[in-house]
């Protein structure tokens, strides 16, 4: 079964603890990204990678940083998390045209 | 710029009743439009999606979706609402080697009055 799967599913930690937040697909795709989502605001692009040690920028990657040293594995990193990182994280793979969209369930970080 | 707006941010219908749900995109290249829905405290679910073709799309749960480019808008439709489609409604769009990245909306939250 074609998946996204993320680990934790929850997590409570307090500020400046580092963690990281799995992701894995199983579908071989080249492209990966992590989006946020936020009351009233939707969800929005962390970071993304279009292959195996190429990775960029999304749109709110400030606090965050990633990997992408096996095409199946894009792991989520915070540092030093903060408590405006407290969101519901999403992890997704897409084939190359972008038209093949695959989400993982989500994890819910609560930073104290 | 790049953008997705969905104007209603909570919507209330009755059981039964017609449902359209707005979304209007800004995107640059030829896009590849997506309606995803989010039940309380789960994760996302595709509905459907648009790359080309016919214009009126089919999804899953009884849903449709209209692309009019001249508008560049992409409305989600349903004839007649069950309880269980109260949930958050999010419209996405991307494009062909864009990364994979999806811009999304900022969600329609609809309830379902009995």
């Known amino acids: 079964e074609a998946q996204v799967t993320q680990n934790p599913r929850y997590l409570i930690t307090v500020t400046g603890k580092k963690l990281t937040v799995t992701c894995s697909q199983n579908?071989?795709?080249?492209?990966m990204s992590w989006y946020r989502q936020d009351p009233g605001l939707g969800l929005r692009q962390i970071y993304y990678s279009m292959n195996v040690e190429v990775t960029d920028k999304g749109d709110v990657p400030e606090g965050y940083k990633v990997s992408r040293k096996e095409k199946r594995n894009f792991p989520l990193i915070l540092e030093s998390p903060s408590p405006n990182q407290t969101s519901l994280y999403f992890c997704a793979s897409s084939d190359r045209t972008g038209a093949e969209q695959y989400f993982g369930p989500g994890t819910r970080l609560t930073v104290t | 710029a790049q953008s997705v707006t969905q104007p209603d941010i909570h919507i209330t219908v009755s059981e039964g009743a017609s449902l359209e749900l707005r979304c209007n995109y800004s995107y640059g290249a030829t896009p590849y439009l997506f309606w995803y829905v989010q039940s309380p405290g789960q994760g996302l679910q595709l509905l459907l999606k648009y790359f080309s073709g016919d214009t009126l799309v089919q999804g899953i749960k009884g849903f449709e979706a209209e692309f009019k480019r001249s508008q560049s808008s992409f409305n989600l439709r349903k004839p007649s609402v069950h309880w269980s489609d109260a949930a958050e409604y999010f419209c996405?769009?991307?494009?062909?080697?864009?990364?994979?990245?999806?811009?999304f909306g900022q969600g329609t939250e609809l309830s379902v009055k009995p």
């Open positions: 579908m071989n795709h080249e492209y």
């Open positions: 996405a769009v991307g494009g062909n080697n864009q990364g994979g990245k999806l811009i």
